[in-house]
């Protein structure tokens, strides 16, 4: 949070990688390693997370099919997350951020208010459980109630 202009989401969005951000100087450690030369889905993988201020709608990808795949996209391939243990995760953060259980099969994002897309970013950081987050202006549309909760 801060003012407008002033850079946050240059530099969240920066640190994950946007490919609109060229960076000319400096570098990015995550646990003492360098992080600069790695794309978006290794620095994912590497346990960063961000709640974007604006977030993308993905239609045709369902929220479960995405939750599911970003968590295993994290486990090795022997490991993968159970059904069981995936929907059990998913209803105790549903139950959480008072979220309805439909959100789940309807497409990421796709046609949700600008609160719901909000609760949906906590929703991935819940499931995903990343070492590092950074939620751009995760206040901005959440009722008072989702701000209490988030
Ligand atoms: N690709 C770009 N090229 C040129 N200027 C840019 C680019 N991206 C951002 N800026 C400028 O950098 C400044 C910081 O923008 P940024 O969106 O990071 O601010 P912010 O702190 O997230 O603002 P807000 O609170 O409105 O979300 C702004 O003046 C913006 O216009
Ligand atoms: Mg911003």
Do not use: W
Request: charged share 25%.
């Amino acid at each position: 949070m801060g003012p407008n202009g002033t850079g946050k989401s240059t530099l969240s969005e920066t640190i994950m990688r946007n490919p609109r951000y060229h960076i000319t100087e400096g570098d990015i450690l995550l646990n003492d390693e360098s992080i600069i030369n790695m794309p978006v889905d290794e620095r994912a993988r590497k346990g960063l997370f961000l709640a974007m201020q604006y977030p993308a709608e993905v239609p045709g990808v369902t929220n479960a099919e995405f939750l599911r795949a970003a968590i295993n996209a994290r486990r090795p391939k022997n490991n993968l997350i159970s059904i069981m243990d995936f929907l059990k995760e998913l209803d105790k953060n549903l139950d959480l951020l008072d979220m309805n259980e439909t959100m789940t099969e309807r497409y990421l994002n796709e046609g949700c208010s600008g609160g719901e897309k909000k609760r949906n970013e906590i929703l991935q950081m819940l499931m995903i459980k990343p070492s590092f987050g950074i939620l751009d202006e995760i206040d901005s549309g959440l009722d008072i109630d989702a701000l209490q909760i988030v």
